[in-house]
């Protein structure tokens, strides 16, 4: 059928409804010669990141490394994802060192990981992930955008050749003391000539190989522009390791554990310690890192959706159920705990990937290198790595973006420009907090400001006042319905329309009953039209039923799930 897949949404007995699927060629190894090239880039944005984030966390080194690892070969495998990747999360840095710390051992800290994955999982049976659609496109758009100028602010540096602040640490107060501005002052005093050039180079090579004359040469549509980079800068840091002022220090390469035989290779896996079952410390901390996982998770799942160039949906339950299986398992081996993250995610859809085996094969790119290769990992300069992520940070923070949010109005723009703010000057979740607790108070204030429709084109003076109540009347309309009534002229006749009504808050039913005994006294008369308002019929049941051909259920009415 041309590639197509038949898709099962509903049955009933006698009765089965299906869709064909547009999206063609979508299976795990059919669109190969897209998701490798994709992989490679993915992979080599990891490598850093995955060591650098077990850097700032206080964590082995190598556990970074197997948390990628499970992130792509089992949670990729799990996953309904077709773009996101997984793997050590930044924004969970600060909590593994403060939980390290606390616990008193890695091993320890390794157990809770496993609990968090328990919970995760739970999470995912019980259906948490519909949290994730609870997310304004605002916020979401402005948390891409706050990463991007993130990782530009924070690759600057890098860029320069100092690297005190190790990669991942995407935090506004830094590891090394210092935060992401004071740190591009202090980078002048630290300039290295040689990694400059390797930059300049890399961003040469990425900028050319975006331009559509290139794109037309067969031969290097399978070559991505960030491998070239990559090996135009092992080969520039060969060639400058002779040269004074410009060989690059052990610090402004990779610098991933090295062992000396196979059996060294596994022997860096650590176990976590169960004997501390009875340790009410590990649960809290477990309890701290699945929540704080889990929304990370689905913030990185909502986003990777929005980038996606075939808007395909990711089913966020599954999600939340592979990320927890994906950390039990990084829990049993040693592993930090792992998330979906945006920088790969971002990296694997910008580099062209288009299933989940661009994901697998960056963890099997991972695990091999890891073991055969780490000696050509270690030549890889910072600095070529800053290029492709300076490169990655423009392209989530076109300014044609903020342009579009701006032309969207104030209701967008603001919460938008708020996420990003939050992001840069904060950390990722506290600025996508205040993103939402502005968009929030936005629709609170519209809530307030329409609690009731009135025609003023319609009325004429002397004939009744009608007002036209919403069908949400809510608490929060108390004191808008509180003023009108009470500025109601004497001798007026009101009549109070509740017959669209669905809701009417017991607070505003009061108002009303003191407004109609208080208008005796001013010769107002007052009409109710409609119901009590306390039609609290379920929307989305009402669709299953009349849509769906759901039965009615004879016990309690519960929503339908479409999740």
Same mark, same amino acid.
């Given at each position: 059928?041309?590639?197509?897949?038949?898709?099962?949404?509903?049955?009933?007995?006698?009765?089965?409804?299906?869709?064909?699927?547009?999206? @063609?060629?979508?299976?795990?190894?059919?669109?190969?010669?897209?998701?490798?090239?994709?992989?490679?880039?993915?992979?080599?944005?990891?490598?850093?990141?995955?060591?650098?984030?077990?850097?700032?966390?206080?964590?082995?080194?190598?556990?970074?490394?197997?948390?990628?690892?499970?992130?792509?070969?089992?949670?990729?495998?799990?996953?309904?994802?077709?773009?996101?990747?997984?793997?050590?999360?930044?924004?969970?840095?600060?909590?593994?060192?403060?939980?390290?710390?606390?616990?008193?051992?890695?091993?320890?800290?390794?157990?809770?990981?496993?609990?968090?994955?328990?919970?995760?999982?739970?999470?995912?049976?019980?259906?948490?992930?519909?949290?994730?659609?609870?997310?304004?496109?605002?916020?979401?758009?402005?948390?891409?955008?706050?990463?991007?100028?993130?990782?530009?602010?924070?690759?600057?540096?890098?860029?320069?050749?100092?690297?005190?602040?190790?990669?991942?640490?995407?935090?506004?107060?830094?590891?090394?003391?210092?935060?992401?501005?004071?740190?591009?002052?202090?980078?002048?005093?630290?300039?290295?000539?040689?990694?400059?050039?390797?930059?300049?180079?890399?961003?040469?090579?990425?900028?050319?190989?975006?331009?559509?004359?290139?794109?037309?040469?067969?031969?290097?549509? $399978?070559?991505?522009?960030?491998?070239?980079?990559?090996?135009?800068?092992?080969?520039?840091?060969?060639?400058?390791?002779?040269?004074?002022?410009?060989?690059?220090? $052990?610090?402004?390469?990779?610098?991933?554990?090295?062992?000396?035989?196979?059996?060294?290779?596994?022997?860096?896996?650590?176990?976590?310690?169960?004997?501390?079952?009875?340790?009410?410390?590990?649960?809290?901390?477990?309890?701290?890192?699945? $929540?704080?996982?889990?929304?990370?998770?689905?913030?990185?799942?909502?986003?990777?959706?929005?980038?996606?160039?075939?808007?395909?949906?990711?089913?966020?339950?599954?999600?939340?159920?592979?990320?927890?299986?994906?950390?039990?398992?990084?829990?049993?081996?040693?592993?930090?705990?792992?998330?979906?993250?945006?920088?790969?995610?971002?990296?694997?859809?910008?580099?062209?990937?288009?299933?989940?085996?661009?994901?697998?094969?960056?963890?099997?790119?991972?695990?091999?290198?890891?073991?055969?290769?780490?000696?050509?990992?270690?030549?890889?300069?910072?600095?070529?790595?800053?290029?492709?992520?300076?490169?990655?940070?423009?392209?989530?923070?076109?300014?044609?973006?903020? @342009?579009?949010?701006?032309?969207?109005?104030?209701?967008?723009?603001?919460?938008?420009?708020?996420?990003?703010?939050?992001?840069?000057?904060?950390?990722?979740?506290?600025?996508?907090?205040?993103?939402?607790?502005?968009?929030?108070?936005?629709?609170?204030?519209?809530?307030?400001?329409?609690?009731?429709?009135?025609?003023?084109?319609?009325?004429?003076?002397?004939?009744?006042?009608?007002?036209?109540?919403?069908?949400?009347?809510?608490?929060?309309?108390?004191?808008?319905?509180?003023?009108?009534?009470?500025?109601?002229?004497?001798?007026?006749?009101?009549?109070?329309?509740?017959?669209?009504?669905?809701?009417?808050?017991?607070?505003?039913?009061?108002?009303?009953?003191?407004?109609?005994?208080?208008?005796?006294?001013?010769?107002?008369?007052?009409?109710?039209?409609?119901?009590?308002?306390?039609?609290?019929?379920?929307?989305?049941?009402?669709?299953?039923?009349?849509?769906?051909?759901?039965?009615?259920?004879?016990?309690?009415? @519960?929503?339908?799930?479409?999740?």
């Amino acid at each position: 059928m041309c590639g197509r897949q038949l898709k099962l949404i509903w049955s009933m007995p006698g009765k089965t409804i299906i869709y064909m699927n547009s999206q @063609k060629n979508n299976g795990f190894f059919s669109n190969l010669r897209y998701d490798f090239p994709a992989s490679m880039v993915v992979f080599l944005v990891a490598v850093p990141l995955c060591l650098g984030i077990a850097l700032a966390s206080g964590a082995p080194l190598f556990s970074g490394v197997i948390a990628g690892m499970v992130g792509g070969l089992v949670v990729a495998l799990l996953s309904g994802s077709s773009l996101g990747v997984s793997g050590p999360a930044a924004g969970l840095a600060v909590i593994v060192l403060s939980s390290i710390q606390e616990l008193g051992t890695f091993e320890v800290f390794l157990f809770a990981v496993v609990i968090a994955g328990v919970i995760q999982l739970i999470l995912g049976i019980m259906k948490a992930g519909v949290i994730g659609y609870y997310f304004p496109s605002a916020v979401i758009k402005g948390m891409l955008s706050g990463i991007g100028i993130i990782i530009i602010l924070k690759q600057i540096p890098h860029a320069f050749g100092y690297d005190k602040d190790p990669e991942g640490d995407f935090a506004f107060f830094q590891q090394d003391g210092q935060n992401t501005f004071s740190e591009l002052t202090n980078m002048f005093n630290y300039i290295s000539p040689g990694a400059i050039i390797i930059t300049l180079v890399s961003l040469a090579i990425l900028i050319l190989w975006e331009r559509p004359f290139m794109k037309k040469i067969s031969a290097l549509k $399978v070559i991505q522009g960030p491998l070239v980079a990559v090996i135009a800068g092992i080969g520039l840091n060969m060639a400058f390791s002779t040269t004074q002022g410009f060989s690059l220090r $052990v610090d402004q390469v990779v610098n991933i554990p090295v062992p000396e035989t196979l059996a060294g290779f596994f022997g860096q896996f650590t176990f976590p310690d169960f004997s501390q079952w009875a340790n009410s410390q590990v649960y809290v901390i477990a309890l701290t890192i699945a $929540v704080v996982a889990s929304l990370e998770t689905l913030l990185s799942v909502e986003a990777t959706d929005k980038l996606d160039p075939q808007k395909r949906v990711t089913p966020t339950n599954r999600e939340l159920m592979a990320q927890g299986a994906g950390n039990m398992i990084s829990g049993l081996i040693g592993g930090l705990p792992v998330t979906q993250v945006i920088v790969r995610s971002s990296a694997n859809i910008q580099s062209g990937g288009r299933t989940k085996a661009a994901a697998f094969i960056h963890g099997l790119l991972l695990l091999g290198s890891a073991m055969a290769i780490p000696h050509v990992l270690n030549m890889i300069p910072l600095a070529s790595l800053a290029a492709i992520l300076l490169v990655v940070g423009y392209k989530l923070a076109k300014p044609s973006l903020v @342009k579009e949010m701006f032309g969207k109005g104030k209701s967008q723009f603001i919460p938008f420009v708020v996420t990003i703010v939050g992001i840069v000057f904060t950390d990722l979740l506290i600025g996508i907090a205040m993103g939402m607790v502005v968009a929030i108070m936005h629709i609170l204030w519209n809530n307030y400001k329409i609690p009731f429709h009135f025609d003023p084109d319609n009325y004429v003076k002397g004939e009744p006042i009608r007002i036209q109540f919403s069908e949400d009347v809510s608490f929060l309309n108390k004191a808008s319905i509180l003023q009108t009534l009470n500025h109601m002229p004497d001798n007026s006749h009101v009549i109070i329309d509740t017959s669209k009504t669905k809701n009417l808050h017991p607070d505003v039913q009061e108002i009303i009953d003191d407004f109609k005994q208080n208008a005796t006294t001013r010769d107002i008369t007052v009409e109710i039209e409609g119901g009590s308002g306390r039609n609290r019929q379920n929307p989305v049941e009402q669709f299953g039923q009349a849509v769906l051909d759901q039965p009615v259920s004879k016990k309690k009415k @519960k929503p339908v799930s479409f999740l």
